[in-house]
């Protein structure tokens, strides 16, 4: 399976700031998906991205407030803007399925929001 | 609206016993099925991978698929207190490139 880093860990940050997460796969993939885990609760899908072209988000979650870049087939970030304490949660990064393979996450970044 | 479900738990079972987790989904156009294990802290990990109906077995973990009913389940048999952690059932429609829904988790406690 691919290996994927996460970048940073884990982060305390002030509200009203942003936050960029970057997430670097070992092996070119099409699709990377960006997932958000609140305290508690199971995955959430923030968006998908596709290199070459504007991410999918899906209902509920914005561009403005997310934004993502996926500049080739290993790297992709996510952008937290302006940040709330509801903003707390994991952000993970996850590649496939592709071509049958199971899809796999990086170790998650871990936001806090004071 | 696409749903995973499946019993929150907690689910409790004795040092060796078996567990039995299931899950429900609702969509019929669903082709593939996943179980996740996450420990608290950490991202989820890939335990076992379901595409056909029946059975399929790994080791102490067995996964049983009826898409008639719409439904999977995961057995660990021999439960450890090492199982214990949030067990995540998640599916995967036909088209391709589209993402995993997950259901929102059963938290097994295995007690020695």
């Known amino acids: 399976s691919a290996v994927i880093s996460q970048k940073p860990s884990r982060d305390i940050c002030q509200r009203g700031t942003s936050l960029t997460i970057q997430c670097q796969v070992d092996?070119?993939?099409?699709?990377m998906f960006w997932y958000r885990q609140q305290p508690g609760q199971s995955l959430t899908l923030i968006a998908t991205?596709?290199?070459?072209?504007?991410?999918?988000?899906e209902s509920g979650f914005v561009i403005d407030k997310f934004p993502i870049s996926r500049p080739n087939l290993t790297f992709s970030t996510l952008t937290v803007s302006n940040m709330s304490p509801e903003d707390s949660s994991i952000y993970l990064c996850?590649?496939?399925?592709?071509?049958?393979?199971?899809?796999?996450f990086g170790d998650g970044t871990r936001l806090s929001i004071l | 609206q696409k749903e995973v479900e499946q019993n929150s738990g907690p689910l409790s079972v004795p040092e060796g016993a078996i567990a039995s987790l299931n899950c429900t989904y609702s969509?019929?156009?669903?082709?593939?099925f996943f179980w996740y294990r996450q420990y608290s802290g950490k991202s989820p990990e890939l335990i076992m991978s379901?595409?056909?109906?029946g059975d399929k077995e790994d080791g102490r973990f067995t996964a049983q698929l009826n898409k008639a009913s719409q439904y999977v389940s995961l057995l660990i048999r021999d439960s450890q207190p090492s199982d214990s952690a949030t067990y995540l059932c998640?599916?995967?429609?036909?088209?391709?490139?589209?993402?995993?829904?997950f259901g929102k988790g059963t938290t097994l406690s295995v007690s020695s």
């Open positions: 996850s590649v496939g399925p592709e071509e049958g393979r199971p899809q796999h």
């Open positions: 092996s070119q993939v099409t699709m």
């Open positions: 991205a596709n290199q070459g072209s504007e991410a999918t988000y």
């Open positions: 969509d019929r156009g669903s082709q593939s």
């Open positions: 379901i595409y056909s109906n």
């Open positions: 998640a599916v995967k429609e036909a088209q391709a490139g589209t993402a995993l829904i």
